[in-house]
């Protein structure tokens, strides 16, 4: 049965009803029979549509458990126009934290431990606004930075000015790649890292 014609009672005139001819005219208890069937027919196929796609989200479904203790991403609100946690606009992550897990309240529910500039906020949370964090990054400050370290000098070369040599060194920093390596000069490095 289509959409239209539970909605309306009747099917959908096409150019291929226009050539029926006669009308069929229900009255009374034939008609309130047919109606009831209707609703069960569409309630039938509801229910059966609800079971198969309950049963590919399933399959695809895993269930999230986190321990007293672990670090997890707090979800943004997906939807336009909300401004929880103080982020908005589409260039604004995804997820805000992580946040350490103080006690599970229910079966899918958990309370994190929030910093102050989010006290307005409740801090009790659902299993799907979680994601977990699987290393915590202890040298990233509130304000999404940290503090790089020099971990070897790669390389060195001079340039010379008309009045002074400056000693340049490549320099390979800490959770970066030799192939991410900057040239640094000698004072910066004195002066920075003694």
């Not at 970066?176 to 910066?188: D, N, S």
Request: with cysteine; hydrophobic share 30%.
């Amino acid at each position: 049965m289509a959409p239209f014609e539970a909605l309306y009672g009747r099917r959908c005139r096409t150019p291929l009803n226009w050539s029926e001819l006669g009308k069929r005219v229900t009255f009374g208890p034939d008609l309130v029979t047919q109606a009831e069937e209707q609703v069960k027919f569409i309630h039938s196929n509801l229910k059966r549509a609800q079971s198969r796609q309950k049963s590919y989200s399933d399959k695809r479904r895993r269930p999230l458990v986190f321990e007293k203790d672990d670090h997890v991403y707090l979800k943004v609100s997906p939807m336009k126009g909300v401004h929880r946690f103080g982020v908005k606009g589409k260039l604004a992550p995804r997820y805000v934290g992580p946040f350490k897990i103080t006690e599970q309240c229910g079966p899918v529910a958990y309370r994190l431990e929030l910093p102050p500039h989010l006290a307005a906020v409740h801090d009790v949370f659902h299993v799907s606004q979680l994601k977990k964090c699987l290393r915590v990054p202890e040298e990233i400050q509130p304000d999404l930075t940290y503090q790089e370290q020099p971990i070897k000098i790669l390389d060195q070369k001079q340039r010379s000015t008309r009045r002074r040599t400056i000693n340049f060194y490549k320099v390979q920093w800490s959770n970066h790649t030799e192939e991410e390596a900057t040239w640094e000069q000698e004072e910066f490095l004195q002066t920075k890292y003694p």
